[in-house]
């Protein structure tokens, strides 16, 4: 059965500090991998996507990495801000399986930045 | 800036009562999703739709009906509330599918409480 193991469960760190989120993937065959950023109540909104072929990616204080042997992504954020408090979803994609759209949802890292 | 827009950010029903909770997308998306978000158990997907008048069940469907008679819009129906089924609904649109690199693009949400 596909899934998708994020950790930790949530996190509280002080403003100014880095911070790496972690998730782990049994999904098969892979096809991608997207991090997506949650504020409180409102949608989420992609981050960033990982290909099979791509080991690292940023997008601004963000920098995510793959490692397609071993199945883990982690998501680093470099000098927290207050408005980088919300919940981080991993979701991955398969070729084939999955749930009904092709994606397995991790349950999500929830992080609080405080001042 | 392109947009998902669900037409009630907050609803309360009682018991019995039918629902019916709206999603339109100004992307020209062929591709529309209706999940429901609990906390501990991530986004789960009900229905999804890949064209106009198509509809099909996601992982947890019963319960819920769907329509999509627009390309634009999509609809979840809830034929006789349950307390079971207070949640928070987002609907979500993607130009490809998402197995292919498609990213999601998911409206503020729908938190419906049934009393």
């Known amino acids: 059965k596909n899934q998708v193991e994020q950790s930790p469960q949530s996190l509280i760190i002080l403003e100014g500090k880095n911070c790496t989120l972690q998730?782990?993937?049994?999904?098969?065959?892979?096809?991608?991998l997207r991090w997506y950023k949650q504020d409180t109540g409102r949608g989420p909104v992609s981050l960033t996507i990982?290909?099979?072929?791509?080991n690292t990616k940023s997008n601004g204080r963000y920098t995510a990495t793959l490692d397609a042997d071993t199945k883990q992504s982690s998501l680093h954020i470099t000098a927290s801000q207050l408005s980088d408090s919300a919940s981080y979803i991993c979701?991955?994609?398969?070729?084939?399986?999955?749930?009904?759209?092709?994606?397995?949802f991790g349950k999500g890292t929830h992080l609080i930045i405080q001042p | 800036d392109v947009k998902v827009t669900q037409s009630s950010r907050y609803l309360v029903k009682r018991t019995g009562e039918k629902v019916f909770l709206e999603c339109v997308q100004d992307?020209?998306?062929?591709?529309m999703f209706w999940y429901r978000q609990d906390p501990g158990l991530g986004l789960r997907l009900i229905y999804f739709?890949?064209?106009?008048?198509?509809?099909e069940k996601g992982d947890i469907p019963e319960g819920y009906s769907v329509s999509r008679e627009k390309k634009e819009r999509f609809s979840l129906i809830l034929e006789s509330a349950s307390t079971n089924q207070t949640s928070m609904y987002l609907c979500?649109?993607?130009?490809?599918?998402?197995?292919?690199?498609?990213?999601?693009?998911f409206g503020e949400g729908s938190r419906l409480t049934v009393l």
């Open positions: 990982m290909t099979f072929s791509e």
């Open positions: 998730c782990n993937y049994t999904v098969s065959p892979f096809s991608n």
């Open positions: 979701v991955v994609s398969a070729i084939a399986g999955g749930g009904a759209d092709g994606l397995t």
């Open positions: 979500a649109s993607s130009k490809t599918t998402p197995t292919f690199t498609g990213e999601l693009f």
């Open positions: 739709s890949y064209d106009v008048k198509m509809k």
């Open positions: 992307m020209d998306h062929e591709n």
